[in-house]
């Protein structure tokens, strides 16, 4: 089956550093998608990769290993309005996206 | 403002009622999706349509219908409405085989009593 698991929640401090978590099994691999979905709004788009290695955009990062089928999500500097909830998706072979929980990251001062 | 359009933001609806979510989009984008998200279940796959005049069923799609007259619009109705049927219902849309991931919809709650 298609299985795709990250925390459930992380806490972290303003203006600290924190690593969220996705391992995935599926069927077809066409890349893998970090979502960030603040309370009460539509997820939004962060990050996409497809190869190896880490993509480094602004405050954010994420890498992927495809062999263990894991990415991360690292997250700089972290401020207030970084409080959501962060959605691992794989791309699938026919370019679906599965998607996992998310993970609820609760900044405090 | 490219992107998509859900309607009605929110709804209280009398179980057995017959309701249709609408969502439209002016990317032009091949794919479309509906997903409903509850509390620690993320992001659930009801139906798709992969390109105007063509659906299918996603991973819950009981008690949901879909069609896909246009590229633009993707309608979801539920027949006679549940309570089981209470949650956040978003609309997306991708240009299909591609690597640009989902645009989505602001969503539609819905609360069926």
């Known amino acids: 089956g298609q299985n795709i698991d990250q925390p459930t929640e992380m806490t972290a401090t303003e203006g600290a550093i924190v690593q969220i978590n996705c391992t995935y099994q599926t069927s077809g691999f066409n890349g893998l998608f970090w979502y960030q979905q603040h309370a009460g709004e539509a997820p939004t788009f962060l990050s996409y990769?497809?190869l190896d290695g880490l993509e480094e955009k602004g405050r954010f990062s994420s890498f992927l290993s495809r062999s263990k089928g894991y990415s991360y999500l690292l997250l700089k500097e972290l401020q207030m309005k970084d409080s959501a909830s962060y959605l691992c998706?794989?791309?699938?072979?026919?370019?679906?996206?599965?998607w996992g929980a998310g993970t609820k990251l609760i900044i405090k001062p | 403002i490219a992107g998509i359009t859900q309607a009605p933001t929110s709804q209280i609806l009398a179980a057995g009622r017959r309701m249709t979510l609408r969502c439209t989009q002016d990317?032009?984008?091949?794919?479309m999706y509906w997903y409903r998200q509850d509390l620690g279940l993320g992001l659930r796959l009801i139906h798709y349509?992969?390109?105007?005049?063509?659906?299918g069923k996603g991973e819950v799609p009981d008690g949901y219908s879909v069609s896909r007259a246009n590229t633009d619009d993707f309608p979801l109705t539920l027949a006679s409405a549940v309570p089981s049927q209470t949650s956040v219902y978003f609309c997306?849309?991708?240009?299909?085989?591609?690597?640009?991931?989902?645009?989505f919809g602001s969503g539609t709650r819905l609360t069926v009593v």
């Open positions: 998706a794989v791309s699938d072979s026919n370019y679906q996206l599965i």
């Open positions: 997306a849309s991708s240009p299909g085989d591609s690597i640009e991931g989902y645009t």
């Open positions: 990769n497809v």
């Open positions: 990317m032009r984008h091949n794919a």
């Open positions: 349509s992969n390109t105007a005049g063509t659906t």
